[in-house]
């Protein structure tokens, strides 16, 4: 077995924080932005369609930067509360057995 010393980056980052997956969730927000300016230029010819590239652009970027003392991004945080969600829980009170003790 190769032990890997700690400095050493499992997967290629740009700059710390910026692989490639969250490259392509910014590009993907910015397509999706373009395509919506330009779906917006055959209505009306405002340039407030830009506001739009910039905002997608953005959610793409916060969806995949990964929160500095976790290191999960809000796509895997929503992932874990829905996984969270439907799992079976164990309730430990059981009802008419907790509160005051028996006198």
Not at 3 to 24: C, T, W
Not at 70 to 88: E, F, G, Y
Request: glycine share 12%; aromatic share 14%.
């Amino acid at each position: 077995m190769y032990l890997i010393p700690r400095n050493v980056r499992q997967r290629f980052e740009f700059f710390p924080g910026m692989g490639y997956k969250e490259l392509f969730m910014v590009l993907g927000g910015f397509v999706i932005g373009l395509c919506c300016f330009f779906l917006l230029g055959l209505f009306t010819g405002s340039a407030a369609r830009l506001l739009i590239v910039g905002l997608t652009t953005s959610m793409g970027y916060f969806l995949g930067r990964a929160e500095p003392r976790s290191q999960k991004t809000v796509l895997s945080m929503i992932k874990d509360a829905k996984h969270w969600k439907l799992t079976q829980q164990t309730y430990l009170y059981v009802v008419g057995k907790g509160g005051k003790a028996d006198a």
